[in-house]
């Protein structure tokens, strides 16, 4: 059973508009979360995150926005940059468990 | 300059044959993690160690092995029994925050393994 799950394999959008990548997760003992951008046959890195006691973190144009009571998360970008085109994962952590459980990822494509 | 390296980038092994890829981090960082990642899918857990000489399987870790007998190291073995090694694998490490666990990881450039 996925318990971090990005239901939307690919996103569209045009430059200088805002992009919007969702995430959803199932384990309620998830109290952080984290989003990682990766470019191809390269390792991923990290974007931003938001700990499960705030419902927004805001890093320049990028802004996570964490719903609990949905499981719900999401990371917005504006504007869009054609640089931005990479895959997205979203991922969660359970406190102490020491793991970090991953999405199968989002691949945004920002055309100029 | 502080990271994570895993070498080599590109490995070919014949079939049957045990494999060790390398992982290392000058980061100081207590966590590495070990994951696969195959084309159009997401990144899967092999094996992950809090501390040294301690580590737990993933959600992959048959047909693979690995030590930690030095926080900088994290050696993973591909072996024979793996039905299907061929993909792009990648190491990670994280440092331990306290308030929040384990923070975000930081990745090597990977390694593509190809068995032939």
């Known amino acids: 059973d996925q318990q971090v799950k990005q239901n939307s394999p690919s996103l569209s959008v045009q430059e200088g508009r805002i992009s919007i990548l969702n995430c959803d997760y199932t384990?309620?003992?998830?109290?952080?979360f984290l989003w990682y951008k990766k470019y191809p046959a390269e390792g991923p890195t990290f974007l931003i995150s938001i700990s499960s006691i705030k419902d927004k973190n805001e890093d320049g144009r990028f802004t996570v926005f964490l719903n609990k009571s949905a499981k719900h998360l999401s990371l917005h970008i504006v504007p869009s940059q054609p640089g931005d085109s990479a895959v997205y994962f979203c991922?969660?952590?359970?406190?102490?468990?020491?793991?970090?459980?991953f999405g199968d990822g989002t691949t945004l494509t920002v055309k100029p | 300059d502080g990271g994570i390296t895993q070498s080599p980038k590109y490995l070919f092994r014949k079939e049957g044959q045990n494999v060790t890829l390398s992982c290392e981090q000058n980061l100081n960082h207590d966590a590495m993690y070990w994951y696969r990642q195959d084309p159009g899918q997401g990144l899967r857990l092999i094996y992950y160690?809090?501390?040294?000489?301690?580590?737990q399987k993933g959600d992959i870790a048959e047909g693979y092995s690995v030590s930690r007998e030095k926080k900088e190291s994290f050696p993973l073995t591909v072996t024979s029994a793996q039905k299907n090694p061929t993909a792009f694998y990648l190491c990670?490490?994280?440092?331990?925050?306290?308030?929040?666990?384990?923070?975000?990881?930081?990745f090597g450039p990977g390694t593509r393994l190809t068995v032939l």
């Open positions: 384990n309620s003992m998830f109290d952080y």
């Open positions: 991922a969660a952590n359970e406190r102490n468990a020491g793991k970090s459980t």
């Open positions: 160690s809090q501390i040294v000489n301690d580590f």
């Open positions: 990670a490490s994280s440092i331990y925050t306290g308030t929040s666990g384990f923070g975000e990881q930081f």
